[in-house]
């Protein structure tokens, strides 16, 4: 049997993957290029964007590989991949920025990335737990 990945797949696969490779290059700037620039508790900012970035990153990789079973709901895969991504953006981002440039006020978008994060994995919860077709 022939396993057929989808573009859906490959896409989520593959921005997982950059989001992924640009968390190891964002940690590794701020230790050691940004560390004479940056206070310990800017770097520690970094780190934590970094660090649930490449989390992030590793649920779009599941959500990616796991989208190829038939069994598994498309429609809550979907909303997994475009919450995480989310997240990513805002809580990571929001992180990145603050860390930068002490602007404080972008600390206050953060959580809504947080939220996007809860919703991703609440969806990848039911996208497993509600198959699209009869599994008897």
């Known amino acids: 049997m022939k396993l057929q990945v989808s573009r859906f797949s490959r896409h989520v696969i593959a921005v997982g993957a950059v989001f992924a490779l640009l968390a190891v290059l964002s940690g590794a700037f701020a230790a050691h290029g940004l560390k004479a620039v940056l206070d310990a508790s800017q770097l520690a900012l970094i780190e934590t964007a970094a ?59 953060t959580p809504l990335g947080g939220v996007a994060f809860l919703v991703g994995w609440l969806a990848l919860i039911v996208a497993t737990l509600k198959p699209t077709v009869n599994t008897d």
């Open 51 to 109: 660090r649930y970035q490449m989390y992030h990153a590793l649920a779009l990789l599941v959500v990616g590989v796991i989208a190829s079973i038939p069994q598994i709901s498309p429609r809550w895969l979907k909303l997994a991949a475009g919450a995480h991504i989310l997240g990513i953006v805002l809580f990571s981002g929001s992180l990145y920025l603050l860390a930068l440039s002490g602007v404080r006020w972008l600390g206050a978008i």
